[in-house]
Every structure is written in structure tokens, then in C-alpha cells.
């Protein structure tokens, strides 16, 4: 079975443009969650979606979105991008009723100047 | 608000030493506990979990995990440390609220000399 991928792997983007990061989950896994990973602020839970649905959001602006489409793959979205969102954006996926068992991608490494 | 801690930045252990890196949460129950491993450009790779049962958990690659509800930790061993295993090390509490939330440890780097 595939692991978790998303694309792109790699991303420089420049102060207020937007970037959209996407998370394909392993097939059969319907939930998915994002984190970002910085120097600073370490891993941070963004949020985690089922079925289309936002389930649970961590403490983040509101220029940070996210989605889910009927084959559970993912994207999120960041607005209006700031130095500091400069990071590495990782994607999780798990089964129905084993949420606590996550897969991870690679993430997305996003530079921004 | 449910935290974690690794008092540990960083570790040196030399090859064939065993490891003990330290863990603590801070939550009103007990939640999942889990230990990751990130190596250099690397997502996170799950080495054990803990919910109940048998407080001492096996894991991947030799690891094994103590919880000790008296002193919240749940500290993460291996008898015998490999050059492969240096990496970052993160250990995480799992909230399942409606929805799953995970919060880390700020990690734990490492290092393992010849």
C-alpha cells in the first residue's frame, strides 16, 4: 500500500501570496490531520478532518483552511503568508476507530521571503 | 491545558550504550501516549503508543516505553543504542475529543558517537 504523500515537497512562496498544500491519505483512511513543524514553535496540531467535515482545530489564524474531498484526500490553505509561516507541513492519515494510529507523509517544506 | 514535556534538547550516547530519554504530560486523564521518531528530512515515524493495559510497551526498533501514572511520564528506553538511531524523538499525548488532536513535546535530538 502507498504511504501518505503531498505535494509539492517543496514550496518557496513570497509575503502575502497564498500557497495550497495537498495530502493524499493510504487508501481505506478517511481521517486526516495537518501539523506544522517549526525551529520555534515545534509541532503544532492545524487541523483534522472526516467525511468532509472539520473535526477538530488547533490554535492557529484564520488565514490557515483546510478541506477534505470525497476520496478523504486533502488540502490546506494558507492566506495573506507571513515570514513565519515558514515551516514544514506534515499530513497524518488513520483508519475509522484507530484515529490515535497515524501515518505520516514527508511533508511539504514551505520557504517564505 | 494538556502539555508535554522533554527536559531534554539534546542527548550523546555512545554506540552500544543504553538510552533513556525522559517524558512527562500534564492532562486530567490518561490520554494516548505516543512516541515519535523524525529522522534528518523525514516525516514522523510511529515507534509505540500507550492507552492501558501493560505499562511497560514494546515498540519498532528496540524501543520500549514505561508509564508511570504516579509521576505522569512515560519514558522512552533502548538497552543498546545503534549509530542508525540518531534522529529527533518526540513524545506526544493523543486527546480523541469528537475528533483526534495530537500534542507534542518540543523533541528530544540524538546524538550517538562511534
Known amino acids: 500500500k502507498a504511504g501518505v504523500t503531498q505535494t509539492p515537497r517543496y514550496l518557496i512562496k513570497t509575503r502575502g501570496q497564498q500557497v495550497t498544500l495537498s495530502c493524499s491519505p493510504i487508501?481505506?483512511?478517511?481521517?486526516v490531520s495537518w501539523y506544522q513543524q517549526t525551529p520555534g514553535q515545534g509541532l503544532q496540531f492545524l487541523f483534522e478532518y472526516f467525511s468532509e467535515t472539520q473535526r477538530n482545530k488547533g490554535n492557529f489564524p484564520g488565514r490557515f483552511s483546510g478541506r477534505q474531498f470525497s476520496n478523504s484526500r486533502s488540502e490546506m490553505n494558507v492566506s495573506t503568508l507571513e515570514l513565519g509561516d515558514s515551516a514544514l507541513y506534515l499530513c497524518a492519515s488513520s483508519l475509522v476507530g484507530q484515529e490515535e494510529t497515524q501515518y505520516f507523509g514527508p511533508g511539504t517544506r514551505l520557504l517564505v521571503l | 491545558a494538556q502539555s508535554v514535556t522533554q527536559p531534554d534538547i539534546h542527548i550523546t550516547v555512545s554506540e552500544g550504550a543504553s538510552l533513556e530519554l525522559r517524558c512527562n504530560y500534564s492532562?486530567?486523564?490518561?490520554?494516548?501516549l505516543f512516541w515519535y521518531v523524525q529522522s534528518p528530512g523525514q516525516g514522523l515515524q510511529l515507534l509505540l503508543k500507550?492507552?492501558?493495559?501493560?505499562?511497560l510497551v514494546q515498540g519498532i526498533k528496540g524501543f520500549e516505553a514505561e508509564f508511570k501514572r504516579s509521576q505522569s511520564s512515560f519514558n522512552l528506553r533502548k538497552p543498546s543504542v545503534h549509530w542508525s538511531d540518531a534522529a529527533e524523538y518526540f513524545c506526544?499525548?493523543?486527546?480523541?475529543?469528537?475528533?483526534?488532536?495530537?500534542?507534542f513535546g518540543a523533541g528530544t535530538r540524538l546524538f550517538v558517537k562511534a
Open positions: 500507550y492507552f492501558s493495559g501493560d505499562t
Open positions: 506526544a499525548v493523543g486527546l480523541n475529543t469528537g475528533g483526534f488532536k495530537t500534542i
Open positions: 492532562y486530567g486523564a490518561t490520554p494516548y
Open positions: 487508501s481505506g483512511h478517511r481521517s
